[in-house]
């Protein structure tokens, strides 16, 4: 049985079988530890019975206003314990911290343009396509990003899901 449970220090030495795949971003020790100690609610892991980390979400709470939301920085599953809903899992529990600790008007990400993968998972999860934000991924491989989001209860109209109507850049983001 597959449990989700808070983020715990010791974890960052049980990542490597989850990090190594090239879509998966991963971020420095200290990054990690900021989440921890800013939102530890919004990181969370999926443990397997033996203890192995199965995948995990990074995400945190930011904006002003009717952009109050939670945003997803990573969630990751490892590639042997894929097609298994862990992903599903972990966007429900992120959405369900959202709305009811943070009382958020959505939850966003951005996903490569390219992984067309993941892009029809989260559509598949409700979340829409609300702008492209070009060059978003810098680098050798620079690379446009999907803004994807999914409303939640305080969002009665479904405002912040409106897709935009031309692309941006990363300067022109908010947050």
Known sequence: MTT????EMSDLFKFNNINLDNLTETF???????????????????QAPDASLMGYMLAKSEGLGKLWHGHVSAVTVAP?????GLAKDLMDDLERISDEVYNAYFVDLFVRSSNTLAI???????????????????GDDTEDAWDMRKALSRDTAKESVVPL?????????EW
């Open 165 to 173: 109507d031309r692309p941006v850049m990363p300067e022109e983001l």
């Open 28 to 46: 420095t020790m200290p990054f990690y530890l900021h989440y921890q100690s800013n939102w530890p609610e919004s990181f969370t892991v999926a």
């Open 120 to 138: 029809h998972m989260y559509e598949k999860f409700g979340y829409v396509k609300y702008r492209r934000v070009l060059g978003y991924y810098s």
């Open 80 to 84: 042997t314990f894929r097609r298994l």
């Open 4 to 7: 989700i449970r808070p983020f």
